[in-house]
Nanobody, 124 residues
Framework: QLQLVESGGRTVRTGDSLTLSCEASGRAFRYYVIGWFRRAPGKEREFVAAASWSGESTDYGDSVKGRFAITRDNGKKTVNLQMNSLRPGGTAVYYC?????????????????WGQGTQVTVSS
């Protein structure tokens, strides 16, 4: 079983950079794919990024490709989401989640464990 805790959310300006962290507890962390999702006000939850068990494979949602980067450190049981060139559309609660398979990683239904979320607000 995993517990996930996100941190790093705050209010930033358009064009700023911000790094979110997801810290996990549980011995099986390295066996889980970690994904980041976000939910903007009034919208459905959106896939942002995912990292494979080793972190060598990554995937990104179309709206963040080229601006966001996901990295993981299995020794520290953390996954970071580096967000660059933030836009007002990036205002959302950001969640990290864990699942065991790599397929369909952009769908939230297969993720078993979720954090409580961290708020990011991008002001124009």
């Amino acid at each position: 079983q995993l517990q996930l805790v996100e941190s790093g959310g705050r209010t930033v300006r358009t064009g700023d950079s911000l790094t979110l962290s997801c810290e996990a507890s549980g011995r099986a962390f390295r066996y889980y794919v970690i994904g980041w999702f976000r939910r903007a006000p009034g919208k459905e939850r959106e896939f942002v990024a995912a990292a494979s068990w080793s972190g060598e494979s990554t995937d990104y949602g179309d709206s963040v490709k080229g601006r966001f980067a996901i990295t993981r450190d299995n020794g520290k049981k953390t996954v970071n989401l580096q967000m660059n060139s933030l836009r007002p559309g990036g205002t959302a609660v950001y969640y990290c989640a864990a699942r065991q398979g790599w397929g369909d990683r952009d769908g939230d239904s297969a993720y078993e464990y979720w954090g409580q979320g961290t708020q990011v607000t991008v002001s124009s």
